[in-house]
T-cell receptor
Framework: GEDVEQSLFLSVREGDSSVINCTYTDSSSTYLYWYKQEPGAGLQLLTYIFSNMDMKQDQRLTVLLNKKDKHLSLRIADTQTGDSAIYFCAGVFGSSGNTGKLIFGQGTTLQVKP | DVKVTQSSRYLVKRTGEKVFLECVQDMDHENMFWYRQDPGLGLRLIYFSYDVKMKEKGDIPEGYSVSREKKERFSLILESASTNQTSMYLC???????????FGPGTRLTVT
């Protein structure tokens, strides 16, 4: 079955770049997402990438997709204290059909130190 | 502004009680989902529904059931709550594959 893995914790200093990594097992991924969860809130979509893309940039966010290694990363440039949150990698895989069903990683807690 | 609402933010129930968690979306989405979120485990899919009165089991359906009588409303039912069902429950909805999945704020359920 599909599996999505993330490291659980990342700590950076304010102003540095953060890189959050994700690996997945099912090569039939079609869409890959990054969600952000702030304390006490639901998940908010940050960005996404189609499986036929290698890179997507959106302001401070850069998503890189290495399909050969089944590796997805999210880079946050000039990380701010407001970026402190849990970041989830998620994917739609072939077996999901048109249901929109997502498989989530465990979430990476990003701690930004002033 | 699109919205997914959940009936309660915090809920405390006793072991053996029947628990209803309600979710409502105002986006006319076909697909709705119930997840539970536990630290270090991420989000795990309990059940989802792709149409009114249609449902499919997710990865951890044991101890749960669902109901979708109207398109906008998806209910999660714990038939007999147990302490291992203490968790954060998140509802989500989406139009279809490739579209954003919108989440509610979550219900933190404690079973004592």
């Amino acid at each position: 079955g599909e599996d999505v893995e993330q490291s659980l914790f990342l700590s950076v200093r304010e102003g540095d770049s953060s890189v959050i990594n994700c690996t997945y097992t099912d090569s039939s991924s079609t869409y890959l997402y990054w969600y952000k969860q702030e304390p006490g809130a639901g998940l908010q979509l940050l960005t996404y990438i189609f499986s036929n893309m290698d890179m997507k940039q959106d302001q401070r966010l850069t998503v890189l997709l290495n399909k050969k290694d089944k590796h997805l990363s999210l880079r946050i440039a000039d990380t701010q204290t407001g970026d402190s949150a849990i970041y989830f990698c998620a994917g739609v895989f072939g077996s999901s059909g048109n249901t929109g069903k997502l498989i989530f990683g465990q979430g990476t807690t990003l701690q930004v130190k002033p | 502004d699109v919205k997914v609402t959940q009936s309660s933010r915090y809920l405390v129930k006793r072991t053996g009680e029947k628990v209803f968690l309600e979710c409502v979306q105002d986006m006319d989405h076909e697909n709705m989902f119930w997840y539970r979120q536990d630290p270090g485990l991420g989000l795990r899919l309990i059940y989802f529904s792709y149409d009114v009165k249609m449902k499919e089991k997710g990865d951890i359906p044991e101890g749960y059931s669902v109901s979708r009588e109207k398109k906008e409303r998806f209910s999660l039912i714990l038939e007999s709550a147990s302490t291992n069902q203490t968790s954060m429950y998140l509802c989500a909805s989406t139009f279809s594959t490739g579209y954003e999945q919108y989440f509610g704020p979550g219900t933190r359920l404690t079973v004592t």
